[in-house]
């Protein structure tokens, strides 16, 4: 269901004070949405504090079951707790909840959305519409177009997961980390399991029984309810480093029909939210250093896989912040006022 | 060929101010190998450094032609360029070279040798055994036990590689990045294409016409020769990472005959070199920073893998200066004096 047409929407942002929050509004300002009321709600302890968006201070407000009347659209980015706690009540109130959690992603009655992939599916929503997790998204933006061609079968996927996608505090934690070691003190750890400075931790959301973890299963889950195809399988390893923003992921995929390089060049190119960066004898990759603060999925390091029929390597990598986050939310957003 | 038994025997070390350099002199003592004469070579520009080895000074000498009279063993760690010119040199004069670059490696007439995994190969040689390259070697000290008993058909390996992989300057960078950095002050970039410094790089070794890098092919091409089964199929992508040092990788391996995890486990726990570090509800897993200056390559993460038959993930980590390179090479001249 779009949107009733207005000229201007009353916005919500639960979690305005995270990580995510504030991409979401440097992100409405970039693209300009069209926005009437804007709101900012966190939890007690941020209530208060002035956040400025365009040229207007706002102050923000308490998260309550009363928060959201006369609210269009409820960006939601404060934890899966929040989001099933408070997102019913957004609904009641007549908005359409977008969440960044994944507290309803796998519901039956919620789509789960990559504009790129099943814009489609936007529509079909009854309040609320599931933003993905966002190794996932960066993932299947890149494999859309492959597999609109050749079909795909099976994805190995391994990422290279930044800070910021713990939160705003892992990602200090990170640089408080850098600063303290310069200075010969010690290290403080709090956000991770374990050091994050100099280390890579093969552990990101906790352990389900059959060993991967959850940010492996939601990789799993979550790309076959995107893609609306059950049948593509997906095996994924994810691991922290000590990046600031931006995930990297490398991905073999085995296809139906053969892709060659090239033809999967092509098809990158003419997808939508991707950048193909990918000249090896200029030393030109995708890097999260580079790639933090765009909107688009960069693809490199394209080549066939030499073990395998119909297999293909690549590295895709995406900010998460945006892409992976509050960029797709936005344009899930876009997409329920277009129409 | 064994080595003539002696009671002590005289060694070379050939790039003894490197970064493999140091660590080879570390594990000379830590396993009190019986040496005689203990002869330092490197470079014209570092001639003349002072050298402590137990309780002795030595005085770096410059590699030359003539720098290998009497030596039983030559270890050699300066690049390949000097490994190619020198080697033959030190065998003329009766020396066995150990080799830690990738001049001889895939060499009909120089055996491969991870002594875990082909030992038999040592005696096969002509003067020079090479060590394979120190993302290879952590990886099949893994692939061992589960190919002896399941038979490996392919291998997908995503590298999370530390910077002391690039040398000791390479890993001096990324410390001085990281105190520029917290400093404010701009990073210098000389060892490695790009910052390394909370970023990663998709990019070890040289490009080649395939689209792998010449790194992602040593994975593909040692396997099989040390292995010594031409059908391992080993795809694999190498990545740059902000670690001092410590090479990460996510393994996914495709048996003929199904390995469960508790299997898996099992051979791992009685094969040598190898310590399972598998307790995710107790957040232990191989991480870089705690298996640094360890001997043994750590195993973790191991899990049937959902979305093939015969198909199982795990995650190695070893240390790539000890396992990776000098360990190695000694480990080899132990089996060489060994007989």
Redesign the interface.
Known sequence: MALAKKEKYNVAIVGATGAVGQVFLDILAERDFPINELRLLASKRSAGKKIKFKDTEYTVEELTHDSFKGIDIALFSAGGGRSKEFAPSAVKAGAVVIDNSSAFRMDKDVPLVVPEVNPEDAFKHNGIIANPNCTTIIMVVALKPLHDYGKIK???V?S?QSASGAGAKAMQE?MDQ??A???GEPLKIEAF???I???????IDV?MD???TREEMKM?NETKKIMGDDSI???A?C?R????TAH?E?V?VETEKKIT?DKARELFEQAPGIQVLDN??K?E?????FVSGKDDCYV?????????EN?L?F?VVGDQLRKGAALNAIQIAELLISK
């Open positions: 099976r994805v190995i391994s290279y990170l850098a600063k070691w310069s200075n399991q374990h050091q400075l100099f280390n890579v931790i093969p552990h352990f059959n060993g991967y799993y399988e997906v095996t390893t691991v480093v000590p990046v600031l990297s490398a073999t390089p090896p004898e030393n990759y995708p890097m999260p250093l490199g390091r394209i080549r066939e896989d030499i073990t395998k297999s390597n590295w």
